[in-house]
C-alpha cells in the first residue's frame, strides 16, 4: 500500500473540504450583511410611518394625541368629547389606531427576525396600544381581523393584552358612541331669515338712495306742469330805472291800508308757512 499516494488524497480532500468551508462562510457572510441591511432598511421605514402617525396626530385641530392616556382626569374629560365630537372624529381615531396597531405587529415581526432594536423605538406606542384608550383597539381588532377574548394573533406582538380583552368583552367602545351620538343629531341654530324684499316699481330710486338727502339730487318734473320757454320772457335790463305806475294805480296803492302783521301764534303751536300761490301755467303773450 502506498502511504504517499494516501496521504497525498486525504490533503486534497482536506484542501478541498476548507475550501467549500471558506467558500460558505464567504456566501453566509454576503448573506447576513444583505439581511442586516435589510432589516435596517425595514426598521427605518418603519421609523417614517411613526413619524407620519405622530405628525397627525400633534396636527392644529386633531385629537388623536388625546389617545394617550396619562394626563389626568380633567385633561381626560376633554379628550374624550373631543374624540367623540362627531362621527368624523371617531373614524379618524379608529384609522388612527389601526394604524398604529399595524406598525406594532410589523416591529414585532422585525424583531422576530432577528432585528432586537425594532421593538425598542415604539415602547411608547405599544403601551398605549396595550391601555386602549376608549376600546379604540378593541373595536378594530373584532371588526377588521374578526378577534375574540379567547383568540387573536394580534395578542403576541403585545407584552399585556388584559386591558384589551376587558374591553372586547365589555364593549367599550359602543358604549362612549352611545353616550355621544345624542349629540351628532343635534341641529345646528337655524340662521335668521332675511328680511323681505319689498318689489320696486321700474326707475325708482334704491333704498339706500332714498335716505340720501334731497339737497343736490336732480329729480324728474311731472309731466302736467307746463313752464314757459325762455323765449317767450321779454329782456329785462337791470341798468334801466324802474317805470313808474300809472296815476290811478299810484293812487290806490297810496290809499292801500298797510299790511298788518301776522298775529303770534299761541304757544305750544307749530307756526306754518302760508301756501305759495300757484304759478298759472299759461304763457303770456309775447312781447310786440
Not at 94 to 110: E, G, M, N, S
Amino acid at each position: 500500500m502506498d502511504i504517499d499516494g494516501v496521504l497525498n488524497g486525504l490533503v486534497k480532500v482536506l484542501f478541498a473540504v476548507a475550501l467549500v468551508a471558506a467558500g460558505a462562510f464567504v456566501a453566509f457572510a454576503i448573506v447576513d450583511r444583505m439581511t442586516t441591511d435589510e432589516r435596517a432598511a425595514e426598521r427605518r421605514a418603519l421609523m417614517a410611518r411613526a413619524v407620519e402617525l405622530d405628525r397627525a396626530a400633534t396636527a392644529p385641530g386633531s385629537a388623536l394625541a388625546c389617545l394617550d392616556a396619562g394626563a389626568g382626569d380633567t385633561v381626560e374629560t376633554a379628550c374624550e368629547n373631543a374624540v367623540f365630537a362627531d362621527a368624523r372624529s371617531v373614524a379618524a381615531a379608529v384609522a388612527y389606531t389601526a394604524a398604529r396597531l399595524a406598525l406594532i405587529k410589523d416591529a414585532f415581526d422585525l424583531a422576530q427576525r432577528g432585528d432586537a432594536r425594532a421593538l425598542g423605538s415604539f415602547v411608547g406606542a405599544r403601551r398605549a396600544i396595550e391601555l386602549d384608550r376608549y376600546g379604540l383597539v378593541a373595536q378594530v381588532l373584532t371588526q377588521r381581523e374578526g378577534c375574540t377574548i379567547q383568540q387573536c394573533p394580534a395578542f403576541v406582538a403585545l407584552s399585556d393584552s388584559g386591558m384589551i380583552k376587558a374591553n372586547i368583552k365589555a364593549r367599550v367602545f359602543d358604549q362612549y358612541v352611545s353616550r355621544h351620538a345624542a349629540d351628532w343629531d343635534k341641529a345646528s341654530p337655524a340662521a335668521p331669515a332675511p328680511s323681505p324684499q319689498v318689489a320696486q316699481p321700474p326707475g325708482a330710486p334704491a333704498p339706500e338712495a332714498s335716505a340720501a338727502p334731497a339737497m343736490g339730487v336732480h329729480r324728474p318734473v311731472d309731466s302736467r306742469w307746463d313752464f314757459p320757454s325762455a323765449a317767450s320772457i321779454p329782456p329785462v335790463s337791470i341798468m334801466n330805472a324802474e317805470p313808474k305806475l300809472p296815476p290811478s294805480a299810484a293812487a290806490a296803492s297810496a290809499q292801500a291800508p298797510a299790511a298788518q302783521p301776522p298775529a303770534p301764534a299761541p304757544a305750544g303751536t307749530v307756526r306754518v308757512p302760508p301756501k305759495r300761490p300757484q304759478v298759472d301755467a299759461t304763457p303770456p303773450p309775447p312781447a310786440r
